[in-house]
């Protein structure tokens, strides 16, 4: 067994012991971690998988590896961002066991889609709140007045209410063309001119207003004939 062979088996030894749900050995050289968030969305569950294979010389060199997504769906920036990432800290670690710092730094781009769809999705309801509060605002606010909304508003009303006049005049002419007077009750129907008759008690004196009207006419007439002779009689008194 070579040194790599055994710094190998060592670094596997150690990642079985961190993992031990995690890890998935196919080989002696070859295995699978599989690598979950923090808090993981119950509704929208993620999950990925590093697959590496030891190159014969590792860790002086680079293993032969895979990020693979094994749960839900990775946006494909945040998947390129996580192979970028992983690949930078190997990169650095050549010489020494990297394999930890690789899961980790696909566990921590994890956390970080976590918590900006986490974000996201606050930011959506936020903004659906904000809109409902500006509604029920505006809804005790009102319409803001301004001199031309004003006179807007005026001119309608003032049509609105001469409409509303012409109406009623209409209906009050209506209404009193079908009205007729007294006058032409009692000429309609001269029983009217008895009816009172029905509410006298006995010894009352029933009046005759057509008569009285005629006596009073005969009386002045008289009055003003004899008025006339006297002054006839004045006259040929003069005379003599």
Known sequence: MTDYAEEQANEIEALESIYPDEFEAVSDKEFKIAIYPEEQDEENPRGISLHVTYTPNYPEELPEYEIETIEGQIPS???EKIR???KQVAEDSVGMAMIFT???TIKEEL???VLDVQKAEEEIINEKRRKEE???QAKFLGTKVTVDSFMAWKKKFDAEMLEKD???KAKRAKELKGRITGRQMFEQDKSLALSDANYMDEGDVSVDASQFDKEE???TFDDNNENEENAVWKTFD???
């Open 77 to 79: 920036s945040y998947y």
């Open 166 to 168: 012409a109406v009623l």
């Open 111 to 113: 956390d970080n889609i």
């Open 217 to 219: 006419r005969g009386s």
């Open 134 to 136: 500006e509604a029920e």
């Open 238 to 240: 003069k005379e003599d």
């Open 102 to 104: 690789m899961v980790m």
């Open 84 to 86: 970028q990432l992983v």
